[in-house]
């Protein structure tokens, strides 16, 4: 790819990366990463600010770009290894709180991707909150992040 489109899918891309809000809920720097062209899954990583005085609860995430969506934490095991574990309760959210979902962290894993996904493609992702309800988002794709 030359120069010229790099920056354009650039430009693009930090387009798309605008907040998102929904009631007290924000949705902020959100990207999905795959670990290449033809991986089978991928994560969104995003900041959640509720804004509000009341907690809320990310509780679901759907996506037409994979056949399943869940929310998944990493954990120690007792050797020390990393384990990424579906947490089915989702993710607490506080008032007036940030939650961030990371490398590493708390994600939105997006397993058994219909499509492979290059730096610069846009992820429909639909956030579900106990409270502020569904929050759909466009996510950029961003490899090098």
């Given at each position: 790819?030359s120069?010229?489109?790099?920056?354009?899918?650039?430009?693009?891309?930090?387009?798309?990366?605008?907040?998102?809000?929904?009631?007290?809920?924000?949705?902020?720097?959100?990207?999905v990463?795959?670990?290449?062209?033809?991986?089978?899954?991928?994560?969104?990583?995003?900041?959640i600010?509720n804004?509000?005085?009341?907690?809320?609860?990310?509780?679901?995430?759907?996506?037409?770009?994979?056949?399943?969506?869940?929310l998944?934490?990493?954990?120690a095991d007792?050797?020390?290894?990393?384990?990424m574990?579906?947490?089915?309760?989702?993710?607490?959210?506080?008032?007036?709180?940030?939650?961030?979902?990371?490398?590493?962290g708390?994600h939105v894993?997006?397993?058994?991707?219909?499509?492979?996904?290059?730096?610069?493609?846009?992820?429909?992702?639909?956030?579900?909150?106990e409270?502020?309800?569904?929050?759909?988002?466009?996510?950029p794709?961003?490899?090098?992040?």
């Amino acid at each position: 790819m030359s120069f010229a489109k790099h920056v354009l899918a650039g430009a693009v891309a930090l387009g798309f990366a605008l907040p998102v809000f929904a009631g007290d809920i924000e949705v902020q720097d959100a990207y999905v990463r795959t670990s290449g062209a033809m991986a089978k899954s991928g994560a969104a990583f995003m900041q959640i600010v509720n804004t509000g005085a009341e907690d809320d609860q990310l509780i679901d995430a759907t996506s037409d770009v994979a056949m399943r969506v869940e929310l998944h934490t990493h954990k120690a095991d007792a050797n020390g290894n990393m384990q990424m574990l579906h947490v089915p309760e989702g993710f607490p959210i506080p008032a007036g709180q940030t939650h961030l979902l990371a490398r590493g962290g708390d994600h939105v894993m997006l397993m058994g991707l219909k499509q492979s996904l290059a730096q610069g493609d846009i992820v429909t992702v639909t956030l579900t909150f106990e409270k502020a309800g569904d929050i759909t988002i466009e996510i950029p794709v961003d490899l090098q992040r």
